[in-house]
């Protein structure tokens, strides 16, 4: 049984930080790129950050290069997303999703909610 696991949302005030974690399991997750999407109310989901399969290459989303960083611990089959300076604008419900080929799973996402 295939699964994603988000976990590390919350409640975080401007300028803070979160660390999200998402847990694989059922799947060979060393052979997935993996990613970061989000959802904020009344928008379109989109992709913040991406890694492929052995780290060695990520990519990020425009608006959250310099504070964001996508990482993974193959022999954790975990996935991490570090963010700093946390903004209002990025309120929203936060997404792993694995990618081989045709191949895709979602997790069920983690809500980050940033507010004084």
């Known amino acids: 049984q295939v699964q994603l696991v988000e976990s590390g949302g919350g409640l975080v005030q401007p300028g803070g930080s979160l660390r999200l974690s998402c847990a694989a399991s059922g799947f060979p997750f060393s052979n997935y790129a993996m990613n970061w999407y989000r959802q904020a109310p009344g928008k379109e989901r989109e992709l913040v950050a991406s890694?492929?399969?052995?780290?060695?290459?990520?990519t990020y989303v425009d608006s959250v290069k310099g504070r964001f960083t996508i990482s993974r611990d193959n022999a954790k089959n975990t996935v991490y997303l570090q963010m700093n300076s946390l903004k209002s604008e990025d309120t929203a419900v936060y997404y792993c999703y694995a990618r081989r080929s045709n191949v895709r799973y979602w997790g069920q996402g983690t809500q980050v909610t940033v507010s004084s």
């Open positions: 890694i492929t399969t052995a780290g060695e290459i990520t």
